[in-house]
């Protein structure tokens, strides 16, 4: 568990003991600060029929579900029918799956104690969607909870964020972070600009993995015009792509700039001139707006375009450095 987790799981487990537990949750949080893993943990220990305290590493008790009982087991499977586990299907959440998931609520819990709803990404609620659900909030039924996740709390209504008791996960920053994550976060360390917005590299080692390919696969399309279409699919494909594309291109500004303003240190991002990289960058940031901007449908050519572009500016370097 994320060490900025626990202090929510402590409040938590003194309100499931004087089960004075809020009927609707709302975590909000950056992409990485755990927003996901608390909320199951919390659906776990709903459904458990017997849950126990356990000590996290400074001492602070939490409740945590058995793992081992019957509803334990269904939750860990998927399949407890007093749980439902609402995703967004294409780009939106519909007004019919908040009806649904409102019904859901309406009956008794089958097995265990409790209805869970879990809600991830409410943001992208229809409005329609959000009024329906804004019925349930205001009549809640017994022994039933509600809970949302957003990293975007400014997307919901505002009507919505009033009725839920919103939980703010903010994940420990900079050194502090570093610190608390150990020798896992060192090698990102080293790139020299950790921040936020590289939590979920940080925290997560399958996604740091991710970043380094992305990064050898951009370098390599970038210095040696290799591999447009695998460049393209992770493009893509990957969920953090933008923003890796933005913050690996500056990482080579600063290089450059390093190695231009130290002229001991040996060049060896001299590929590319600090001109070109200027170029390359506002190609990238223009490109990433538009991208976003586009539904999945269209995500494809308006990437294949920037890719068209990005190309453009290294071609363009080649034959200034050949004519030099
Ligand atoms: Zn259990």
């Keep these: 568990m994320k060490p900025w987790l626990i202090e929510h799981q402590q409040r938590l487990s003194k309100q499931f003991e004087l089960q004075i537990l809020p009927h609707a949750i709302l975590i909000t949080g950056v992409q990485g600060a755990g927003k996901l893993q608390l909320a199951q943990w919390l659906m776990q220990l709903l459904a458990c029929q017997r849950p126990s305290k356990t000590q996290t590493q400074d001492g602070t008790e939490i409740l945590q579900a058995c793992g081992q009982c019957k509803t334990c087991l269904l939750a860990r499977s998927d399949t407890l029918p007093d749980h439902l586990n609402l995703k967004a299907e294409k780009n939106s959440i519909g007004v019919d799956e908040i009806r649904f998931a409102n019904s859901f609520l309406q009956k008794t819990a089958q097995l265990g104690h409790y209805k869970t709803v879990l809600i991830e990404h409410s943001e992208i609620m229809t409005v329609a969607a959000a009024n329906a659900l804004l019925k349930t909030l205001e009549e809640p039924t017994d022994n039933s909870i509600i809970v949302l996740l957003t990293d ?133 940031i223009n490109g990433c707006k538009v991208i976003k901007s586009y539904t999945q449908a269209n995500k494809q050519f308006v990437s294949e375009q920037l890719i068209m572009k990005i190309s453009d500016v290294v071609e363009q370097t080649q034959i200034n450095k050949q004519e030099s």
């Design 152 to 284: 975007d709390i400014e997307q919901l209504l505002p009507t919505i964020v009033s009725r839920t008791r919103v939980l703010s996960v903010r994940p420990v920053v900079g050194e502090a972070l570093l610190r608390l994550l150990g020798d896992g976060a060192i090698e990102l360390s080293q790139e020299k600009f950790v921040n936020l917005t590289q939590l979920p590299e940080l925290t997560d080692k399958a996604v740091y993995e991710d970043f380094l390919l992305f990064k050898q696969i951009y370098l390599n399309f970038i210095y040696n015009q290799q591999d447009e279409s695998l460049f393209l699919q992770h493009v893509l494909n990957n969920q953090h792509s933008l923003r890796w594309l933005e913050q690996i291109t500056v990482g080579l500004q600063r290089e450059q700039l390093l190695s231009s303003t130290e002229p001991a240190r040996v060049k060896t991002q001299d590929k590319l001139t600090a001109q070109a990289l200027h170029q390359l960058y506002k190609v990238i």
